[in-house]
């Protein structure tokens, strides 16, 4: 328990930090992937009613953001082009709370926002140590 709050030494507090990631990863993941496992699951219905955003259809605009919630949400979860996978959702969250919702209320906007804010750590951080990227890396670089 010591080590987890005085991270004395540098190896100690990489190691916190990836598993910070990694359980953050999960958590945001599996939350996000549940709104778009239900957009997707319904995507018949919600083309119909899903409104037409950036010049884009509604089956368009729907794809997109099944696309980012569901298969990138996934991709985070399991670390992989973490990078690249959390662009599309900082994309569909931009627009989701800043278009989308703009007219209301900032309590509707605020989740939408949340993630936003969590997709920006991942694409700056990466998906840390505990993750597809980083056994990659660790493959890529091993000496």
């Given at each position: 328990m010591k080590k987890l709050f005085c991270l004395c030494k540098k190896e100690d507090s990489v190691v916190v930090k990836d598993i910070g990631l990694l359980i953050l990863r999960v958590i945001v993941g599996v939350f996000?992937?549940?709104?778009?496992?239900?957009?997707?699951?319904?995507?018949?219905?919600?083309?119909?009613?899903?409104?037409?955003?950036?010049?884009?259809?509604?089956?368009?605009?729907?794809?997109?953001?099944?696309?980012?919630?569901?298969?990138c949400s996934i991709a985070l979860i399991?670390?992989?082009?973490?990078?690249?996978?959390?662009i599309p959702l900082i994309v569909g969250m931009g627009v989701?709370?800043?278009f989308a919702h703009a007219a209301d209320p900032f309590a509707v906007r605020e989740l939408a926002l949340l993630y936003f804010s969590i997709y920006i750590v991942f694409l700056i951080t990466g998906a840390g140590r505990f993750s597809i990227d980083g056994i990659i890396n660790n493959f890529v670089h091993r000496k």
């Open positions: 996000m992937m549940t709104h778009g496992w239900a957009k997707l699951s319904n995507f018949g219905v919600m083309s119909e009613h899903f409104p037409a955003m950036l010049g884009m259809s509604s089956k368009m605009a729907l794809s997109m953001i099944v696309f980012a919630e569901f298969f399991l670390g992989f082009l973490t990078r690249l996978s959390s989701a709370a800043f």
